[in-house]
T-cell receptor, first 111, second 112 residues
Framework: AQSVTQPDIHITVSEGASLELRCNYS??????LFWYVQSPGQGLQLLLKYFSGDTLVQGIKGFEAEFKRSQSSFNLRKPSVHWSDAAEYFCAVAINNDMRFGAGTRLTVKP | NAGVTQTPKFRILKIGQSMTLQCTQD?????MYWYRQDPGMGLKLIYYSVGAGITDKGEVPNGYNVSRSTTEDFPLRLELAAPSQTSVYFCASSSPGDQPQHFGDGTRLSIL
């Protein structure tokens, strides 16, 4: 069955520390891959996307993600976290118009 | 530049009541979507539309109906509200071939 897994429900990091959020998918083919961020009471904002080509993609707000086909993963990274990065992060995959979301990872940033 | 606009932002319904969640976009996007988001869960697709007059079921369509008479509007209808439909509903839009979707700010619906 098609699925998207974000293994970490909640992550806490100190401001200035590095961050990696994990995402694994299970699809018959390589889907399009996305990371979204959601602040409380807001809709989702696209951080970055991967369709094809270079497996390391750069996004907004200093985020990047790496697609690893062999691991069916698309992990999100940021070298130095800012307090304003505290939010919920969703990985999503899409084939045609069928977009599926992971359950999300809530990021807390300690001062 | 409004983007995707959802109304209302909050609503409380009694079991068995009906209501329509409104969604409009001003980006001339052909594709529009309705999702629901339950606590601790990702978004689940309810219905989507690839153009005026065309709608299709998503992952969780039961209990909902949609229509798409214009490119701009994509209302979601609940005919007989049930407690299981308590959720936050998001509308989104995109261009054909542009999978990333522009999201509204959501409608928080409680059914008591």
């Amino acid at each position: 069955a098609q699925s998207v897994t974000q293994p970490d429900i909640h992550i806490t990091v100190s401001e200035g520390a590095s961050l990696e959020l994990r995402c694994n998918y299970s699809y018959g083919a390589t889907p399009y891959l996305f990371w979204y961020v959601q602040s409380p009471g807001q809709g989702l904002q696209l951080l970055l996307k991967y369709f094809s080509g270079d497996t390391l993609v750069q996004g907004i707000k200093g985020f990047e993600a790496e697609f690893k086909r062999s691991q069916s993963s698309f992990n999100l990274r940021k070298p130095s976290v800012h307090w304003s990065d505290a939010a919920e992060y969703f990985c999503a995959v899409a084939i045609n118009n069928d977009m599926r979301f992971g359950a999300g990872t809530r990021l807390t940033v300690k001062p | 530049n409004a983007g995707v606009t959802q109304t209302p932002k909050f609503r409380i319904l009694k079991i068995g009541q009906s209501m329509t969640l409104q969604c409009t976009q001003d980006m001339n996007h052909n594709y529009m979507y309705w999702y629901r988001q339950d606590p601790g869960m990702g978004l689940k697709l309810i219905y989507y539309s690839v153009g005026a007059g065309i709608t299709d079921k998503g992952e969780v369509p039961n209990g909902y109906n949609v229509s798409r008479s214009t490119t701009e509007d994509f209302p979601l209808r609940l005919e007989l509200a049930a407690p299981s439909q308590t959720s936050v509903y998001f509308c989104a839009s995109s261009s054909p071939g542009d999978q990333p979707q522009h999201f509204g700010d959501g409608t928080r619906l409680s059914i008591l």
